[in-house]
């Protein structure tokens, strides 16, 4: 359930597809389904494309986030409605863990002591996950070893 109390495993009404920005080695866009709420307001709904398990398939979004959207023409010439911005986040429990992947995956984490404190959980768990041999982009382990700098 959302904080709009709209339970988004169970949408029967009609979607529209909207782009992702996914990163997955590079930075593409992906389908997804999307449930319109508002003029320009619309639900990210679960979909194969999200997987939380896998760490090289970073969304900028994740379902249950409610978000704006913009027309987008892509590399090979057909246009479509991309995510374009946050609205709502998702009430999922590790909605910032998935924003400091995508983020600092591109170099997009300021790097200064407010930034640590606020990201302090999602660091301990990535540490803690890639000590057990789990895969992160590089960009996530030099950003939380920068972190862990500032403060000393």
Known sequence: ???NNIDIDNIK????KVYVRLIDGAT???????HKLDDNE???LPDEEFDENDPINLCEFIPGDIVALDKQTFQDGTTGLVCRQLI????RPDKKYFD????????QIGINATTLDNFKTEIEKIKLQHST???FYPAILTTIDQLDNCTK
Do not use: R
């Open 1 to 3: 359930m959302t904080d």
């Open 13 to 16: 009404e009609a979607t529209d």
């Open 28 to 34: 593409a866009w992906v389908p997804t389904n999307a």
């Open 42 to 44: 619309y639900l990210i």
């Open 88 to 91: 709502k986040p998702s009430n």
């Open 100 to 107: 400091f992947l995508f983020k600092a995956t591109l170099g």
């Open 133 to 135: 041999g789990q895969y």
